[in-house]
Every structure is written in C-alpha cells, then in structure tokens.
C-alpha cells in the first residue's frame, strides 16, 4: 500500500527555510537548478498571483545563472480570472521573454459545480479562518515556532512531539477497535494530521449543568448519542487561551490553567458521567 502523503512543514523544515530573504533565495535557486536539470521537462503553473511573480523570477534567475533550457509555464483560466489579471499574465511572459500557454477547462464552472458540486469550501473556510485569527485564536503552530530561538532544537522537538502523538493514535485505536458490544472513547478534538476515524458527536461542560466551555469528542458504537440535561447559558472556558492576545485577560483565562492542573483537566464533569450513566446505564 503506498504511503499516504502528509505535510511535514515544521517537523521537517529544511535549514535554510529560517535563513533571512537574501541567502533564502540563493540556496532556492540551486534547489530549481537541480530540479530543473533532473525534469528537463518540467511545467511550472502560473496563476499571476504574487507566489507565482515571485516563483517565475527565481525560476529565469536561475535558468540564466546555470544557462538551463527554457521551462514551460501554463496559466490555467478557469473563466472566473478578472481582465487585469490576464493582462498581468501577458505582461510578466513579455518581462521574461517566455510563454506562458492558456489553458481552458473543457467545461464551464457552472456546469462543473452541477455535476460535481460546488469546489468553493476552501473560500469559505478561509473566510472562516480570517475572522478567527482576528481573534486571536490560534490555528497552528506557526506561531510557536516563529518565536523559537533555535529553530533546529524547535523542529527536533515537533519531530519528538509528532511521534507521540502517533503513539496516542494507537493507543486510541486498541479502545476504538476492542471487541466489546458498547464503545465511547472521549478524546479532545484530534489534529487532522493524525486521521482519527470521525467522531459521532461533540459535547460540552455547559450543556450538563458546569459553567463551563470543554469541546469533547466522543467515538460511539452502538450507543445513541448523549442528549444535554442542563443547559447554561453563561459559562467561561475550563482551560485557558493560550494566546498572547488573550495572556492577562481574566475572562479567558479559564478555569484549569497550564502545569499543575493537568490532572484536573483530565477529568470528566460529575453532569456528563451522570448522564452517560442515566442515559447508556440502563
């Protein structure tokens, strides 16, 4: 079975991704001229966004240091591209000398969101994103690592980090896949990156009479779902904000905090145990 690709931006960030721009963009170009020079053949897509003026000038760079042959550029139109930015195209292929071949789709986007659906999620989850890094909540751990001092030790460490967390996969998976007749197995929400089957349903602190926000997942098999039996309507979060928009803000503080409380956070809330017992006991 071929292995499935997973990005490893952090825990297999090269050395010179943490350069400063100008020995970046040196050690980039020799990177292109032994790609280049192996896939002689090579098609570099353009779409006439900033990644790809940027990609094309590193690209012409190197083929002129390295005297490389030429290297075919396809622009593909799916028919939503404004005017400017086709003219932009134009102009770039006429500032390097090179051609940079249209493509079409055979058909239209109408007629492909009816047949296969509609290919906008990603625009709506960047949507969604933006408004939650306004917030301050955090989405990765880019930050963590920007602020790293050592990059090297910081990249061993998410290595460290990632292994452990396999590990945790699989000591999920021996609970999932027991040979019992019921199953819940409660787990924070997982990181995509570890592809933990999808769970059946989320519940929180406030929903079982705490004043408190814990999203939880519980993992079902042959059990209905936990209906709520005290809903609050005010509630704080049970573990603190890490970010340092929120550091010193007492209404995001949480009720668990970091270090010693580990224990503490672990635990399940008196409500949910109750309900599971009411609800599954019988």
Same mark, same amino acid.
């Given at each position: ?42 098609? +570099?897509?353009?779409? %006439? %966004? ?22 075919? =550029? ?6 939503? $591209? ?33 047949? =296969? ?49 396999? /590990? ?7 609970? =999932? /896949? ?7 197995? $409660? /787990? ?6 570890? $592809? ?10 406030? $929903? ?8 939880? +997942? ?22 603190? +904000? ?5 550091? %010193? /803000?007492?209404?995001?503080? %949480? ?28």
């Amino acid at each position: 079975m071929a292995e499935v690709y997973k990005s490893r931006v952090y825990t297999d960030r090269p050395p010179y991704a943490d350069f400063d721009p100008p020995e970046k963009f040196e050690a980039i170009k020799s990177i292109i001229a032994k790609r280049l020079i192996q896939h002689p053949k090579a098609i +570099c897509s353009y779409s %006439g %966004g900033a990644d790809s003026d940027i990609m094309i000038d590193l690209i012409e760079k190197t083929r002129t240091i390295f005297s490389l042959p030429p290297v075919k =550029y396809v622009f593909f139109n799916t028919g939503l $591209e404004m005017k400017a930015i086709k003219d932009h195209v134009k102009t770039t292929a006429d500032k390097y000398g090179v051609e940079i071949k249209e493509v079409r789709p055979k058909i239209s986007i109408v007629q492909a969101a009816r047949t =296969y659906g509609i290919p906008f999620v990603s625009k709506i989850m960047s949507g969604g994103l933006s408004e939650w890094q306004k917030k301050g909540i955090p989405l990765s751990i880019a930050d963590e690592y920007e602020e790293a001092e050592d990059k090297a030790a910081k990249r061993a460490e998410l290595k460290e980090r990632y292994q452990q967390g396999l /590990n945790a996969k699989e000591f999920f998976m021996q609970f =999932y /896949n027991a040979d019992c007749e019921r199953i819940c197995v $409660e /787990n924070p929400i997982p990181s995509r990156i570890y $592809e933990l089957p999808p769970y059946t349903q989320t519940i929180q602190p406030f $929903e079982y009479g705490h004043p408190y926000s814990k999203k939880t +997942c519980l993992w079902l098999k042959n059990l209905p779902k936990l209906n709520p039996t005290n809903i609050l309507n005010e509630y704080k979060p049970y573990i603190s +904000c890490g970010t340092s928009r929120n550091k %010193g /803000n007492k209404d995001k503080s %949480g009720f668990s905090r970091a270090g010693g409380a580990t224990k503490i956070r672990s635990k399940t809330f008196p409500g949910i145990a109750k309900a599971m017992a009411g609800q599954w006991g019988k």
